[in-house]
């Protein structure tokens, strides 16, 4: 309890919303990032028991077939997981955004792989059109994103990853239209995704201030979706290459300005790098649920695997982690939901995250032993799965470059 308490100087400190006065006593309590409302705690509520009860029995299917189950796909479109973004004139919630973290977290936990489109429609398609669309593009495109309708985000090219300004893809004007040549690679999604934003460049006499979004739908005369790619995880949730030849788009297809494509690029991408950071602490918190069971069960020696202190440091630290992990996670969550600046944190949570994600993984196949190995245990597949945090949306190293540059910044100012 803290008496004679400065009122102005703590709600400067942690925020006029984060600071509660008791009218006796004059006890403070910031809101710690736990602290969910109704609204919160009942979809997370919803979306864990989802997860266990219609995504775990499908996981080793979907695995095989290599592809997200439809029915399953429709049922979460059903249950509003998929438009928690959209405003509620467009079939969606207009929940905030940890509404959409929490939800990305929690089916993280049992197939991260799931969680895919999750994210990209409630941190990158949805949040994109919204923001930037004119009336025209929300009508025709938020109803079906928030309802019925996969989105994909295509940025990435072979030669343009975490090089944006190295894009190849370009754009020609053609009186009302545009003409797009080129291909992008790595497109999550792609192959169930009906409408793409795609990024190209309309001037490249400009550089990167000629790069410009625009929304194409699947089946546009000239857009062709390409091979699937085989890769390591995550197979349910599959990337393909896409390629536009000669493929014409309507200039009112622009969405935003002409030219800002790199800046929406870049600032939606910090949005998106919180959801992996979601999707990564659910994966370790779900890796972690699946182990300790078999340790209290196990015996060696006369004594469960868990009662052994060796064993113990090392789950406490894991848990730990995982706690500062979700932190990190919930707190830049907050700063987007309050408006204020989160570039740094958004960073720090996906590098943070993904880091930890990848030790848990570990350090549960080691504890589990040999049956850890196998594929009769979900261990081995979180291990693949998670490898994908520390690259997609900004690799480990262009978030320290990040974290670092943000700092200088704040240090010089």
């Known amino acids: 309890m803290l008496k004679n308490v400065n009122k102005n100087l703590l709600k400067r400190v942690f925020g006029p919303q984060n600071v509660r006065f008791c009218c006796q006593s004059h006890e403070f309590h910031p809101t710690y990032l736990q602290n969910l409302t109704e609204d919160e705690k009942l979809m997370k509520e919803t979306v864990r028991k989802f997860a266990q009860e219609q995504i775990a029995p499908l996981v080793k299917q979907m695995e095989k077939e290599e592809k997200i189950d439809s029915t399953l796909l429709k049922a979460m479109f059903d249950n509003g997981f998929m438009g928690t973004q959209a405003p509620e004139e467009y079939g ?26 999750v994210d990209i429609q409630s941190t990158l398609m ?47 004007k053609d009186g009302n239209y545009y003409i797009l040549n080129g291909s992008k690679c790595w497109i999550s999604h792609s192959d169930i995704a009906e409408i793409f934003i795609v990024f190209v460049n309309a001037d490249p006499a400009k550089g990167h201030k000629g790069i410009t979004a625009f929304i194409v739908e699947r089946g546009t005369e000239g857009f062709t979706i390409g091979k699937k790619i085989s890769k390591l995880g995550g197979l349910c949730s599959n990337i393909c290459e896409i390629h536009f030849e000669n493929c014409r788009v309507p200039e009112e297809n622009i969405l935003g300005e002409f030219g800002q494509g790199y800046r929406y690029a870049a600032e939606y991408l910090n949005e998106g790098r919180v959801g992996i950071a979601a999707q990564m602490v ?38 730990t982690q995982i706690e500062a992990a979700r932190l990190l996670t919930y707190n830049a969550c907050r700063l987007v939901d309050s408006g204020k600046p989160f570039l740094k944190e958004a960073s720090m949570a996906k590098y943070f995250a993904s880091e930890v994600a990848q030790e848990a993984t570990i350090k549960c196949i080691d504890w589990m032993g040999g049956v850890g190995f196998t594929k009769d245990f979900p261990q081995e597949k979180f291990y693949r799965d998670v490898k994908a945090g520390s690259i997609y949306e900004g690799t480990t190293n262009i978030q320290l470059n990040t974290i670092a540059k943000v700092i200088k910044n704040e240090y010089k100012s």
């Not at 969606?92 to 489109?117: C, H, Q, R, W, Y």
């Open 92 to 117: 969606g919630s207009a929940s905030n955004f940890m509404v959409s973290v929490l939800t990305i977290e929690e089916i993280s936990k049992v197939d991260a792989g799931v969680a895919g489109p």
């Open 126 to 172: 949805i949040p994109l059109i919204k923001k930037l669309g004119t009336k025209a593009q929300k009508d025709k495109y938020l109803p079906r994103l928030a309802q019925d309708t996969v989105g994909s985000f295509a940025l990435s090219e072979t030669s343009s990853g975490s090089d944006a300004f190295a894009m190849k893809t370009t754009a020609k």
């Open 282 to 319: 659910g994966l370790a918190q779900g890796t972690f649920d699946a182990t300790i069971p078999y340790l209290l069960e196990r015996k060696q020696f006369g004594k469960d695997l868990f009662s052994f202190q060796g064993m113990q440091h090392q789950i406490a630290r894991i848990s």
